[in-house]
């Protein structure tokens, strides 16, 4: 009796961890499918071993404006090996410049921006000149060497941000749900815990910094508490709606949440499902 009562005892203790589990992985599900396309999401928390949720995670996806994370990595590796490389100035060239440069929008050819100018505009106003300028400055090879070093097995940069000629040829920039989540978890890792990982510990915190104030807060930021510290990138194009973030990323239990679209026929529902979806995970990894 007494073994049986402990085996007992021990299975309604672990039972509650994966009803949660299986409930937040059907409400996901259950969000998703009310968009008009495919919806991939990944959710994790600081410390944890594995995924919170997981659905078409490894689900190839256009990356749109989110890939310019993997540009800001790139630029904050190459600069802890370059102390003046964030103060270097460069010229902008008539064929980086493209529309959706809201910061850059007066720019005419060979203006000059510090690199560290162009980040924060790349990022804060997703500005696509900025990104432009900064993929020709570090290159494709180095860029896509990041994601090969990150470990992200599924994301790719190939061609520059409105590049029409590279459209039509369908050389697209794409990552995962996965892919992206673990970039930003990695990112938070570093700078909570103090520790190198994709770059120094300082590096990290810099580039949650900046992220910290994207101006695009109309996705997974809408569904948080009003005052929830939310770093994030979002991103669109035909069809597509994206965000990844980290939620609270300086405070005792950060989680990084990646929500992508494609195929969207209704972009309401598309910016709909993405917020229903962290809301939900909000209160399902908050929960005390």
Known sequence: ??????????????????????????????????????????????????????????????????IKLLILVTAFQLAENDAGLMDRIVRLRAGDMVGGSDMLQNAAPGS?????????????????????????TFGFERINATARRANLKHTQLKRHFLDYTAIVRHSENLTTPHDIGALMYQIERGAHEGIPTLASSVSC?????????????????????KGTPIANKTGEVDFVRNDVA????????????????????????????????AKTVHASLTRS
């Open 1 to 66: 009796m007494k073994r049986d009562a402990f085996v007992a005892g021990t299975l309604a203790c672990l039972a509650p961890r994966a009803a949660s589990a299986e409930t937040l992985y059907a409400a996901v599900e259950r969000i998703a499918q009310t968009a008009s396309g495919i919806t991939g999401v990944y959710a994790r928390r600081l410390g944890g071993s594995v995924a919170d949720v997981s659905y078409n995670s490894e689900e190839q996806f256009p990356a749109a404006s989110t």
């Open 112 to 136: 000059p921006y510090s690199v560290r100018q162009l980040v924060r505009a790349m990022i804060v106003k997703s500005d696509n000149t900025a990104s432009n300028a900064l993929i020709t």
């Open 205 to 225: 915190r810099k580039m949650i910094d900046i992220m910290l104030h994207q101006e695009d807060r109309d996705k997974i930021p809408r569904a948080l508490p």
């Open 246 to 277: 980290i939620v609270d990323p300086y405070g005792d239990a950060p989680y990084v949440l990646s929500v992508l679209t494609k195929g969207l026929q209704n972009y309401g529902d598309g910016l709909t499902a993405i917020r229903k979806i």
